[in-house]
Every structure is written in structure tokens, then in C-alpha cells.
């Protein structure tokens, strides 16, 4: 039972470079989101979406983008990053209730350089 | 917004000890839920509890949303334990989780 995966594990990036984020889940959740956390921070949401085809703005969006086409994937891209985006980003999901038992990818850590 | 605080912001015990970990949230909210984040990074979710008390083995959780904190304690400390604790409450508003900024647990052997 895989969870959720996240791809890839580290990745550097140039300022201006674009990539995505790959994350899957093979739990049949509705629910998925994008963190991010910071050093020595909690996580802040960026987006989620409550099911195939929606999915809305968390807390910190700007500078990122997200599509769900099925249930189980939920990519991030990022376009033209920049510094402020070096981050660990981590992909959640949950199943039922908004939020109600989080099960998180390994998470992905990015630095723009 | 909704203030998340975590208190205390580090803690070094011996294995054995016993520990109480405190998050204060600043305004009414849906649920709240701890959860720990190992050495290596991964988080796992530890208590979904918006109110009363809940135990799973050493550790449990008490919610007191009257009065706006949440406490977990941490009994017979393992090594294993180690890592950063998370409180995040779930804004009424929009239903999205607002994260403190942690309490660091060291476990000694």
C-alpha cells in the first residue's frame, strides 16, 4: 500500500526555471492539498481540491499552479521560481471529512539558486 | 487571522520522562489535531480532537475549545518520540488547517 508519493525528492532549480511537482495517491481520497514548510515553520497551505476537476487557493498561492484531472494525481507546477520559493513541499490527502486524517507524501525539497 | 502558538519551542528530556506539550489558538475553530514530524521529515497525523480527550498508547490529547488550547502529553519518553510536534486548528471560515511552528523534541538515551 503505496500511500501517497511524492516525486521527486530533491531538486535545484535556476531562477526563472519552471518544473512540477508529482504526487499520487492510491487511497481513493477526494480530498488533496500542497504545503510547504519553511525552516523551523509550521506548513502553509498553497492549494487544494476537494475532488476531480475543483480545486482552490490556501494561504499562499502566488507563484504556483495545480490541476486535478483524476483522483489520484494532483501536480504542482511551478512557474518562473524564484529564491522564495525554496521550500519543502509536502502533498496530503485525506478521504471523508475536510482534513480529517492527513496522510502526507515524503515530501519534496527545492532549491532555487 | 487565527494565531497558532506552540509552547515550549524546544524540549530535551531523558528516556523515561514525561511530557506536556501546549498549543493556544486565538479564535474559535472547527477541529484541531496534532501531528509529528520525525527526524527525516515525515509527518504523521497523531490526534484529530476539536474538543475533549482522546488516548492512543503512551501518548494522548486534550482539547479545551472553550478556552482555546489543546494539550498533549507524551507519557514513559522513547527515543523513538524524538522530532517535531505540530498543533494545526481548521479555520471556520474556509476549513483550511492553520499550523504552529512546532515543539521541538529531543529524547536522550
Known amino acids: 500500500n503505496a500511500g501517497v508519493t511524492q516525486t521527486p525528492k530533491f531538486r535545484i532549480l535556476k531562477i526563472g526555471q519552471s518544473m512540477t511537482l508529482q504526487c499520487t495517491q492510491d487511497?481513493?481520497?477526494?480530498?488533496m492539498y500542497w504545503y510547504r514548510q519553511d525552516p523551523g515553520m509550521g506548513l502553509k497551505l498553497i492549494y487544494y481540491?476537494?475532488?476531480?476537476?475543483?480545486?482552490d487557493k490556501g494561504e499562499v498561492p502566488n507563484g504556483y499552479n495545480v490541476s486535478r484531472s483524476t483522483t489520484e494525481d494532483f501536480p504542482l507546477r511551478l512557474e518562473l521560481a524564484a529564491p522564495s520559493q525554496t521550500s519543502v513541499y509536502f502533498c496530503?490527502?485525506?478521504?471523508?471529512?475536510?482534513?480529517?486524517?492527513?496522510?502526507f507524501g515524503s515530501g519534496t525539497q527545492l532549491s532555487v539558486l | 487571522g487565527i494565531q497558532v502558538e506552540q509552547s515550549p519551542p524546544d524540549l530535551i528530556l531523558q528516556e523515561g520522562a514525561n511530557s506536556t506539550l501546549r498549543c493556544n489558538f486565538s479564535?474559535?475553530?472547527?477541529?484541531l489535531q496534532w501531528f509529528h514530524q520525525n527526524p527525516w521529515g515525515q509527518l504523521i497525523n497523531l490526534f484529530y480532537?476539536?474538543?475533549?480527550?482522546k488516548q492512543n498508547g503512551r501518548l494522548s490529547a486534550t482539547t479545551v475549545a472553550t478556552e482555546r488550547y489543546s494539550l498533549l502529553y507524551i507519557s514513559s519518553s522513547q527515543t523513538t518520540d524524538s522530532g517535531v510536534y505540530f498543533c494545526?486548528?481548521?479555520?471556520?471560515?474556509?476549513?483550511?488547517?492553520?499550523w504552529g511552528a512546532g515543539t521541538k523534541l529531543i529524547i536522550k538515551p
Open positions: 496530503a490527502s485525506s478521504g471523508g471529512v475536510t482534513n480529517e486524517k492527513l496522510f
Open positions: 487511497m481513493n481520497h477526494n480530498y
Open positions: 481540491s476537494v475532488g476531480a476537476g475543483i480545486t
Open positions: 479564535d474559535s475553530v472547527n477541529n
Open positions: 480532537i476539536p474538543s475533549g480527550t
Open positions: 494545526a486548528v481548521e479555520r471556520r471560515s474556509n476549513y483550511q488547517l492553520i
